[in-house]
């Protein structure tokens, strides 16, 4: 009989959630093994999670989260708001970014690092 895992579909929210973590991995250098290290897994495991091919679960997140200095309450409202963005739209302004989505990445980009920078909180 199958793993219940191997069954279940990835959803359209955790594939959301692989890509941010896939994104702020290569903003902050950090390397699928390292990752894996953190979290006392294999590369492999890692790497069917920010390919979206698995889920990651919150607790994984929230370890992910601290080698980037931030939560995994940050990490999932940034990419919750970013779908919402995404479903308005074009010309719809949200938060202060202009109409254009790739204007909004762009800003919102530019806002995690100046965050590291300054070592501000943006909130």
Avoid: C
Wanted: charged fraction near 30%; aromatic fraction near 8%; proline fraction near 1%.
């Amino acid at each position: 009989m199958a793993n219940r895992d191997s069954q279940r579909a990835v959803g359209a929210f955790s594939k959301a959630v692989s890509l941010e973590v896939k994104g702020l991995m290569a903003r902050h250098g950090i390397t699928q093994t390292a990752f894996a290290a953190a979290l006392d897994r294999n590369q492999g495991y890692i790497s069917e999670r920010v390919n979206g091919i698995k889920a990651f679960d919150t607790d994984e997140l929230d370890i992910f989260a601290g080698l980037i200095g931030i939560t995994g309450q940050d990490l999932l409202t940034t990419v919750s708001r970013r779908i919402y963005e995404d479903s308005l739209p074009a010309n719809v302004t949200v938060g202060g970014f202009g109409q254009d989505r790739q204007d909004r990445y762009a800003r919102a980009a530019d806002e995690w690092t100046d965050t590291e920078d300054n070592g501000e909180d943006t909130e």
